[in-house]
Nanobody, 115 residues
């Protein structure tokens, strides 16, 4: 499975960004797609994930601000990020987990929230 991420960039506090990721390759069965992030000096953490059936999970700090969605026909996942703050600054990694638990990562895209 290959993952290609799009989006990211520089945004002012309170602004919005949208990340997208497309999966390609051998994709079958149930899977989970989503995003993790790693801020400078911190461990990588889950941001939001969504199952093929639409069940979602968010880290507490982004609840009410970020919305994850997916298009199963296109094997894509998107993350709409609103009300961004400097603590959201990180490299965001697209994430794909197969039904057997094999994990794939995208190349990472930088999100910088700064005035």
């Amino acid at each position: 499975v290959q993952l290609q991420a799009y989006g990211g960039g520089l945004v002012q506090p309170g602004g919005s960004l949208r990340l997208s990721c497309a999966a390609s390759g051998f994709i079958s069965g149930s899977n989970v797609m989503g995003w993790h992030r790693q801020a400078p000096g911190k461990q990588r953490e889950l941001v939001a994930v969504i199952g093929r059936e639409g069940i979602t999970e968010y880290t507490d700090s982004v609840k009410g601000r970020f919305i994850i969605s997916r298009d199963n026909a296109k094997n894509t996942v998107s993350l709409q990020m609103d009300s961004l703050n400097p603590e959201d600054t990180a490299i965001y990694y697209c994430y794909f987990r197969t039904y057997r638990g094999v994990v794939y990562w995208g190349q990472g895209t930088l999100v910088t929230v700064s005035s």
